[in-house]
């Protein structure tokens, strides 16, 4: 909003340093610093609000041993960090801009979702929550309904003509997108998109059982969708870059590049508090609203297949809940100790913060190698 009110001001002589605004780069970094000011200066007075409430969290009774002093630990401090995502990119992001409110409405309707599972768990004192069945049947309507509009939007109900242009076709890693295209049809297009977006938001939501340890990765995405947004909608000199490293060229991707960064500096300031030990924890209303954010990138800026490497322990995370009830059930055997896959190697004697650290270590490395195929074409 403040591009929106202040940026037509510098026409004048005396306001001209507000010309800043029109840049990109700028705007992140402001709305980083917004959202990190936010959740530094408040988590010390939401943390006793929710002690105060007796907001703790409820912890499983066969998990690991070392598990049981959490209990009581606040929970549900994703509401903060929503807050200043959403309010840092509100308030930096020009409004005109569709893709981000897509995104920022998926981020506040799976934050919903999150917020009815953690009461849920609250008022019966249990880590059931809402069944992930139901889950699901909440999850899946709103990402299927943003596909196809997506697919199916036009000029008239404010798709940008950029993406329409685009929309059949999906970008294959280490492939040129303009040499080698990939078109899918719409119904192909909706289901795995969506999957892409809800599978994400689960996956996120899986690796959130570790002090830290889902928060990071959260970020180290986040900063890899921003590069990848910012140079989707970069143009130098009349020179699109996106054409030049053969990635889907997308103008209206530029502004998410904001709400990126706003997702980081809200990341950082929730760590502050959030690092082992631990004195709040984001809870589902986080999680799945994190989660869905990152997927509904992916999918609006065409990075459907990219995200599986992007978001590799999130993948591998939810994977292993999967083989885990699979095996159980169908040969009554299990594959890991216990499943999320970062309880297994606690149960192997890994300390807790050595999981953490390696798990971020492992994310960056596939951010890296996910930026890799910018040129690798």
Request: net charge positive.
């Amino acid at each position: 909003m403040i591009y929106y009110w202040l940026y037509p001001l510098s026409e004048h002589e005396a306001l001209s340093f507000l010309n800043v605004l029109r840049y990109v780069p700028f705007r992140v970094l402001a709305a980083t610093m917004t959202a990190m000011l936010l959740t530094f200066g408040l988590y010390p007075w939401f943390i006793r609000r929710l002690q105060s409430r007796q907001i703790g969290q409820v912890v499983r009774d066969d998990g690991p041993e070392s598990h049981f002093s959490k209990a009581g630990t606040p929970t549900m401090g994703g509401s903060l960090i929503l807050l200043a995502l959403i309010g840092s990119t509100i308030l930096w992001v020009d409004p005109r801009n569709p893709m981000v409110w897509i995104v920022t409405a998926i981020t506040g309707l799976y934050g919903a979702i999150g917020y009815l599972d953690d009461a849920l768990k609250l008022k019966h004192k249990h880590t059931g929550g809402l069944a992930s069945r139901y889950k699901l049947l909440l999850q899946f309507p709103i990402a299927i309904g943003l596909c196809i509009y997506l697919w199916y939007g036009n000029l008239d109900l404010g798709l940008p003509a950029d993406w329409i242009v685009i929309r059949e076709r999906l970008s294959v890693p280490f492939i040129a997108f303009e040499k080698h295209p990939m078109e899918v049809p719409a119904w192909a297009y909706v289901i795995f998109a969506s999957i892409v977006i809800v599978g994400t938001s689960n996956g996120v939501n899986l690796t959130d059982g570790l002090d830290g340890l889902a928060i990071g990765p959260v970020m180290i995405n986040a900063g890899t969708y921003m590069v990848l947004s910012y140079l989707a909608g970069l143009t130098l000199f009349g020179f699109d870059v996106a054409r030049y490293l053969d990635i889907p060229s997308l103008g209206s991707a530029s502004e998410l590049a904001v709400y990126c960064g706003a997702m980081i500096g809200a990341g950082v300031g929730f760590l502050w508090y959030n690092t082992y030990p631990a004195q709040v924890f984001m809870g589902d209303v986080g999680a799945l609203a994190l989660g869905g954010g990152l997927g509904s990138i992916a999918v609006v800026t065409k990075n459907e297949l990219l995200s599986v490497l992007i978001g590799g322990i999130f993948v591998v995370e939810t994977v292993s809940v999967i083989g885990q009830v699979v095996a159980f059930r169908f040969f009554g055997r299990r594959i890991f100790l216990m499943a999320p896959i970062h309880h297994h190697f606690e149960k192997k004697g890994w300390a807790e913060p050595k999981v953490i650290v390696r798990f971020w270590i492992i994310s960056i490395m596939l951010a890296i190698a996910a930026l890799s195929t910018l040129k690798l074409r």
